[in-house]
């Protein structure tokens, strides 16, 4: 390989205009030599302006050297390109090998900023939880292993815990902390924190320790809609109680049980944690 450097370094002597700078660029980056990859990027780069793989190498190289200021007037140069062509960001969202959903998300919502659209990832969350909202919960039979329950208990829980960080983040956004009255926030946090309560405990087939959440929110509603939508809640879970429908609790419950005490907890900490910062 040293070989193969020596080489291209003789070209370029005969040749400073040769593009084989960005090989020879690139294989001292690999073995160890940023700064001199560098040196060779930044001479050749007023020769071959359009090589824009090169210029995207010479930022990365000076950032990792930390030389922050070089490579930010180095980026000036590509920053037009990648807020110009925002349908880049969006095929690499669903084409890029590998890329997770929440990465494929990102490059979306960068997509849509950059088309000049006016976007919220606030309002976004806000959109997918009344959306989730609005929907059936299926209720998913019950594993046939205890090692097949715990992780669909360990699935569901994670969900339950992003949706009741959304819903924080959508009663902080209707009505702001600092506006309110520390009993208001923290009844208010405390609504949410028990309706999740009752949603987790329904769910995983404790119907009659719901059921008592429910009354007791009911009793405290301040809004006709909200009355409406809880009594609803109540005629279901009722009717599913005495049909004989409520969930079968797994073979593994009492472990289960202990895992849904602990959620339960730990989210009731969290929501404290926030009504008192």
């Known amino acids: 390989m040293t070989s193969k450097i020596e080489f291209y370094r003789e070209v370029l002597r005969d040749d400073p205009n040769s593009r084989v700078f960005f090989p020879l660029a690139r294989l001292l980056a690999e073995h160890g030599d940023a700064d001199g990859a560098v040196a060779v990027l930044e001479a050749a780069m007023p020769m071959h302006p359009g090589h824009m793989e090169a210029r995207f190498l010479l930022v990365e190289l000076l950032t990792r050297l930390g030389r922050d200021p070089e490579a930010s007037r180095h980026f000036e140069a590509l920053s037009p390109l990648l807020s110009n062509y925002p349908g880049v960001w969006k095929l690499w969202a669903a084409k890029a090998p590998g890329l997770?959903?929440?990465a494929a998300l990102a490059l979306?919502?960068?997509a849509l900023a950059m088309q000049g659209q006016d976007v919220s990832l606030l309002g976004i969350m806000e959109k997918g939880l009344f959306a989730a909202g609005g929907a059936?919960?299926?209720v998913s039979e019950a594993s046939s292993s205890p090692q097949d329950a715990e992780d669909a208990f360990s699935l569901r829980g994670a969900d339950e815990v992003m949706a009741l960080t959304r819903r924080i983040a959508e009663e902080q956004s209707t009505l702001p902390s600092d506006e309110l009255p520390p009993?208001?926030?923290s009844q208010q946090n405390?609504?949410?924190k028990t309706r999740t309560m009752a949603d987790l405990l329904a769910k995983h087939g404790d119907v009659a320790s719901a059921l008592e959440i429910y009354d007791n929110l009911l009793d405290m509603a301040g809004t006709d809609?909200?009355?409406a939508a809880l009594r609803l809640r109540i005629e279901e879970l009722t009717a599913?109680?005495?049909s004989g429908n409520a969930q079968k609790p797994a073979s593994g419950q009492p472990k289960s049980n202990a895992k849904l005490v602990s959620m339960l907890e730990a989210l009731a900490n969290r929501l404290d944690a926030r009504a008192t910062a």
Do not use: I
């Open 190 to 192: 405390a609504s949410v």
């Open 108 to 110: 979306r919502f960068l």
């Open 136 to 138: 059936t919960l299926a």
């Open 240 to 242: 599913q109680l005495s």
């Open 100 to 102: 997770s959903r929440d």
């Open 183 to 185: 009993e208001c926030a």
């Open 225 to 227: 809609q909200e009355k």
